[in-house]
């Protein structure tokens, strides 16, 4: 079965949780994204696999996971550096929380 995600309402409050592969459209989960930026104002970005069955080949952020029930924001990111590009994050700037709408919504 699909990872259990916690839904949320549009004030990010818990609702529930699902399992990733029975969301339908107008659910809210969460997704946590990490920005790296170098000395020169540069970011990191990286290309999806083709494999992907969502967005596949596209450019996007380095690191972004989507949060399991059991995780934390700061637990999933951290989770996902190490993951995506072996990194293990020491210190971490909390950044504002958006609201991201498409065929679901995080």
């Known amino acids: 079965m699909s990872s ?3 839904i949320v309402d549009n004030g990010d409050n818990v609702i529930g949780t699902k399992h990733k ?3 339908i459209s107008g659910d809210i989960y969460r997704v946590a994204r990490l920005l790296i ?3 020169k104002g540069e970011l990191l970005l ?7 069955e969502k967005d596949p080949g596209l450019w996007g ?4 996971g989507t949060v399991e029930s059991h995780e934390t924001d700061e637990d999933n990111i951290r989770k996902e550096a190490r993951e995506e590009i ?7 700037e ?3 929380k958006l609201r991201m ?5 995080h």
């Open 21 to 23: 592969d029975q969301l």
């Open 46 to 52: 990286a290309q999806r696999a083709f494999a992907k």
């Open 61 to 64: 952020l380095a690191i972004e």
């Open 94 to 96: 909390a950044g504002p």
């Open 4 to 6: 259990l995600l916690t």
């Open 101 to 105: 709408q498409g065929k679901y919504s």
């Open 37 to 39: 930026i170098n000395s």
């Open 86 to 92: 072996g990194v293990t994050l020491s210190e971490l």
